[in-house]
Structures are given as structure tokens and as C-alpha cells.
């Protein structure tokens, strides 16, 4: 019996953004669970089976980076697909120093999210 793919976190404070970028993964076979915040996704129901997260960096509250620090001194092996709106070369740096999949820049290509996202789930089952 195969078990079901684990779930992509897409924390998006907007919510027309976090709304379509579900659509666009749950359209490609990627079961999604949005969160508006990184201190939601922090108090999410435990039982959900988080694969890799889709993580806006700006965020209200806590910034996507900080939840990025926070997940790993808690020994998280989950991988992170950042996304982003600002055009930022030391902003993209700290991201990829936090560790990341992938960083991109809104709009981005469908096709980058999914090899980005497909990228990340191979890595969090490995890690």
C-alpha cells in the first residue's frame, strides 16, 4: 500500500499569492497546507506530515529567514524553497547561507517552483 507524498508548506502572508501557489502544486500532484504566518506554521497541528516548505521571506512577524534559523537549531531536516519579491543580492545570500533548495524571485516560471519543490521533497526524504 503506498502511503500518501508528504505535504508542502507554503507560508505566504499574502494570501492571493499563498492561494496560487497552492493551486499551481496542488495541480501538479503536491498536497499543500497554507499558512499566513511563520509563528502559525511553528503551532501547526503535529500530526500533518510536512515534506519541504515553500517560504515567503517577508513576512509579518517572524521573517521567513528567521523561521528558516529557527527550524534548524531545532534539528528540522526539512528543505526550503525561498520565494521572494524584493531584488536583493545580500538578502539572497543570507538565504542560501541559511540553507535553501532554491530562491525565487516573483513572478517565477511554474515550471522553477515545481523542480524547485520536486527538488526539495527528494531531499527531505534523504535527509
Do not use: W
Amino acid at each position: 500500500m503506498e502511503s500518501s507524498p508528504p505535504t508542502v508548506a507554503v507560508v505566504e502572508d499574502d494570501q492571493s499569492m499563498r492561494t496560487s501557489v497552492e493551486r499551481l502544486l496542488n495541480a501538479h500532484g503536491f498536497p499543500t497546507k497554507g499558512f499566513r504566518s511563520a509563528e502559525s506554521f511553528l503551532n501547526r497541528d503535529a500530526t500533518i506530515k510536512i515534506g519541504c516548505i515553500v517560504l515567503d521571506i517577508h513576512l509579518d512577524g517572524m521573517s521567513g529567514i528567521e523561521l528558516r534559523h529557527r527550524l534548524k537549531q531545532s534539528d528540522s531536516t526539512l528543505s526550503v524553497v525561498f520565494i521572494t519579491a524584493v531584488d536583493d543580492d545580500a538578502l539572497e545570500l543570507e538565504a542560501v547561507q541559511a540553507g535553501c533548495i532554491a530562491y525565487l524571485h516573483k513572478p517565477f516560471p511554474a515550471a522553477s517552483l515545481i523542480g524547485a519543490v520536486t527538488k526539495a521533497l527528494a531531499d527531505s526524504s534523504t535527509g
